[in-house]
């Protein structure tokens, strides 16, 4: 599982002026799980603190003095000694949140300790003590859901795992490979990428194991919803929730939420499931250059679900309603698809400075035009639609590329992966103007190789 973490945790370990890290992510991405994996992989023992079971530990975090700490730490219960022969690992950390700002003296004062740090909900932990992180003196790992090679590595599908792994658009993809990929991504679109709905069906093989995992991750984060807003808010947390993965890639309009609630109140829910990294924004940009969230514009935004299956498990989609769908369905109808690029996309983007996913949208009094993703590749401005049918139904990515003057597209729907030059010509006003660019087709299931298939397109 989440081989690019596996990656960075082995870089950072061996790194010269290493820093604590912060593996930070929504619940049940496997945070926990991936820090105990990588100790064993590397070799190097463990001594993990879960700080929901040791509250009292505050007063010793709160003294940041790193010797003094390990002392306190060495005395519980089965931790033993702690040195730079071992993986120290404090668990849970927003239960407390003085861990936070101790973390830059063990940066200045104990280098030597290789400190991980993991923890849910930590936006609201800050908030709440009134700290901030140690700019600077840490590292961060983003976590999300598993993505599609990596479930394809779980469930015994290396050999396609390595098929997108290893594309290059030059010598394209045998047609029996991508039929199978196919399939394959059906079924992820269903299962989706948390950890435990893929353990699950690695051992079992049995779908119908996965809508009650599914069930028992969303009641979890709904017992989260009263820490947010306290219980008589619940109500209206709920709501957003469960409209919010039925809205995934619309404009989004609070009236759409509730028509009771100010939209003051609406937004504000929004923005802690999205601190609480549930929901995700794409916001709108003008973009005119890089980076592009230099002309975003915080009022006009989309919302990403955290896991394509968990959304379709809060819309109540069946993997018998999901099996039905033709290949074009799939990519047309409802937010699959746009939801399987959005998270994949935000997983290519974990590591760069600029995290956030934008679209572009100009609205006329006749005609609109959106893009549904623009994104930063190769020193370029990428814009991608997902959407099947042919070159000329990409009314909107032609007016893009008339207005930015870019040299390529990428298209993502279900047909193999292809690049076609295409020519046409726009209307801009009163005139029309002629639009010459590259448009690169991949199926979905090759988004993970997007940055290296941009980088080898001219």
């Known amino acids: 599982m989440h081989r690019d973490q596996f990656k960075f945790l082995h870089e950072w370990l061996t790194m010269p002026n290493r820093k604590p890290l912060i593996v930070r992510g929504a619940r049940q991405v496997g945070k926990s799980t991936l820090v105990r994996l990588f100790s064993e992989r590397c070799g190097c023992p463990l001594a993990e603190v879960n700080l929901e079971r040791h509250l009292d530990l505050v007063s010793a975090f709160a003294r940041n003095d790193p010797a003094y700490i390990l002392n306190v730490l060495e005395a519980l219960p089965g931790i033993g000694s702690i040195g730079a022969d071992r993986l120290l690992f404090l668990d849970e950390i927003q239960s407390v949140p003085e861990v936070i700002p101790a973390l830059r003296y063990f940066y200045e004062e104990a280098p030597e300790i290789p400190l991980l740090a993991a923890g849910s909900l930590l936006d609201f932990a800050l908030a709440d003590h009134q700290s901030s992180m140690p700019v600077g003196r840490i590292a961060t790992l983003h ?6 090679t990596e479930y394809l590595d779980a469930v015994d599908s290396a050999g396609l795992a390595r098929a997108i792994r290893t594309f290059e658009i030059e010598r394209g993809l045998d047609i029996a490979i991508h039929n199978r ?11 989706g990428g948390m950890p435990e709905a893929i353990q699950v069906f690695a051992r079992s093989g049995r779908l119908r194991q996965i809508s009650e ?18 219980s008589q808010g619940l109500p209206g947390m709920v709501q957003i929730f469960n ?30 499931l999205c601190m609480a990294r549930v929901l995700s924004k794409v916001v709108r940009s003008y973009c005119n250059g890089l980076p592009l969230q230099a002309e975003a514009d915080p009022r006009a935004y989309k919302l990403l679900f955290m896991d394509v299956g968990l959304m379709n498990a809060v819309c109540g ?9 033709n290949e074009s369905g799939l990519v047309n109808e409802g937010a699959m698809a746009e939801q399987f690029i959005g998270q994949h996309l935000q997983t290519l983007l974990a590591r760069s400075a600029n995290r956030e996913l934008s679209y572009w949208l100009r609205e006329g009094r006749s005609a609109s035009a959106e893009v549904d993703y623009v994104v930063a590749l190769d020193g370029r401005v990428v814009p991608i639609e997902v959407k099947a049918g042919a070159s000329g139904s ?17 298209r993502f729907d279900a047909a193999p992966p292809s ?19 590259s448009l690169i087709s991949l199926p979905l299931y090759l988004v993970e190789r997007l940055p290296a298939i941009v980088a080898s397109v001219d």
């Open 181 to 191: 990929l196919m399939a394959a991504l059906r079924t992820y679109l269903f299962i």
């Open 419 to 437: 690049v076609q030059e295409i020519r046409t010509r726009v209307q801009r006003g009163d005139t029309q103007v002629e639009v010459d660019y």
């Open 243 to 272: 409209l919010a993965a039925r809205n995934v890639g619309r404009k989004v309009k609070y009236a759409q939420f509730s028509r009771e609630d100010k939209a003051l109140d609406v937004k504000t829910r929004i923005d802690l």
């Open 213 to 230: 995992v599914h069930r028992a991750i969303i009641e979890t984060y709904r017992d989260d919803f009263p820490k947010y807003v306290g």
């Open 143 to 148: 976590m999300g859901p598993m993505t599609f």
């Open 317 to 325: 989609l069946s993997w018998s309603a999901i099996e039905r769908i």
């Open 394 to 410: 990409l009314k909107s990515l032609h007016q893009f590329v008339a207005e930015k003057s870019v040299p390529l597209a990428v």
